[in-house]
């Protein structure tokens, strides 16, 4: 399915940032700038280890994850998704735009 014009510049990143030691910065195609704290991003990751494969039910528990986790790389996956290496030696996980941009909205609007 092929995404419209306003929904595609939703989704696309024209600029990433790290801020502070505790948050990653998103400026997006279509003006919007989001700032994710690392600790949410880390506890939405998809992988096996954290998700069930065919519930995608989470089995990752948040009390394991540190209050100040880092994120010791970032890297695009092509041109659709960051990974990153997490302080707690996690690196299996892929984080699509999409993704990125719905937990943006979704912690943006718990701070509200």
């Known amino acids: 399915m092929r995404?419209?014009?306003e929904e595609q510049a939703r989704?696309?990143?024209v600029g990433i940032r790290r801020v502070g030691?505790?948050?990653?910065g998103i400026d997006w195609a279509d003006g919007t700038s989001s700032k994710i704290p690392l600790r949410e991003i880390r506890l939405a990751c998809g992988c096996a280890v954290c998700r069930d494969e065919l519930t995608g039910a989470p089995l990752l528990t948040?009390?394991?994850?540190?209050?100040d986790i880092r994120a010791y790389r970032i890297a695009p996956v092509g041109n659709y998704a960051l990974t990153f290496d997490w302080s707690d030696s996690h690196s299996t996980g892929?984080?699509?735009w999409e993704m990125l941009r719905?937990?943006?909205?979704r912690t943006e609007a718990e701070r509200s």
């Open 11 to 13: 989704v696309t990143a």
């Open 62 to 67: 948040p009390d394991t994850i540190p209050l």
């Open 94 to 96: 892929i984080y699509p």
């Open 3 to 5: 995404l419209g014009a």
């Open 21 to 24: 030691e505790t948050a990653l």
């Open 102 to 105: 719905e937990l943006a909205e």
